[in-house]
């Protein structure tokens, strides 16, 4: 059979799994065989970075330079992304159009020397490679040793395993992806431990004015994931400017009604500052957007120059 679409992903197997997730429902939706469509793997920048954190060697955009520029050059029709990971500004020409229903956003703990995070012992160390999961566990236990912990879900658990730390903290959403929930030893709950901004949900990339392809995502578009990424999405895009800021977001869809609840935090742990919004989810950008003035008048200009300080001395 002819392709009808080409699928560009990252090349671990989580992004694989989302990729095999995505075909198989565009399969479902048009009643195409599987071979309608090619799973691209495309190697990215963030993928060969293993010794720094991504923010000091770029970003975000680093997991997606690659595929976007595979995207914009032809060479595969959609992009597949977990969603957490798409910086807010895209490339021109390229757009987030589609969202896949939206997996649970929790993180979990998977601890060697204890179970729960609260139960280990001071001086323990708990690996990440996010801002945000790093502000949170010194916020919850300042006495830990939050250590650098980069790569897939396979390399983090490998380390684990080598003892490289005592614990580590990776999203829920993932770990089901992969048939590996049975490891967590601790579900953080939403409150105590807020999510990054599209966690659990699956984006797809496509380019802008590509009708033929839009109108084949359209019938797999989940309507109330688009509308809680869009909130979330607005959110962090009106606070994470040039300096590297723990921002935690999400939002929810019930009946039409939207409600978030965000927060910014210094990467010490040691200030945080938290805004909660509603509004009707045809509105969901504008409210992330107002959730972020509130919340950036909450803090107060103090915060932010301090965060400043704290980044620059961190480069």
Known sequence: MQTV???????????LAQAHETRARLMAAHGLAEDAFEIVPITTSGDRIQDRALAEAGGKGLFTK???EALLAGRI????????????????????STFLPREDARDVFIGKAAARIADLPAGAKVGSSSLRRQALIRRMRPDLDVVLFRGNVQTRLRKLEEGVADGTILALAGLKRLGLAHIATDVMPLDAFPPAPGQGAIGIESRIGDTRTI????????VPTGQALACERAFLAA?????RTPIA??????????????????PDGSEEHAVA????AQDAAATGAAAAAEVR??????FFERLNLTCAGSW
């Open 5 to 15: 679409l080409k699928i560009g992903t990252r090349g671990s197997l989580l992004a």
């Open 66 to 68: 690659e595929i976007e």
């Open 77 to 96: 029709d959609i992009a597949v992304h977990s969603s957490k990971d798409m910086p807010t500004v895209l490339p021109d020409g390229l757009e987030l």
């Open 215 to 222: 109108d084949l995502l359209a019938a797999i578009h989940d």
């Open 239 to 243: 606070l994470d400017g040039s300096c």
């Open 249 to 266: 977001g999400y939002a929810t869809v019930t009946d039409g009604a939207l409600a978030f609840s965000g927060l910014i935090a210094m």
């Open 277 to 280: 919004a509603a509004g009707p």
């Open 297 to 302: 008048a909450k803090a107060g200009p103090a």
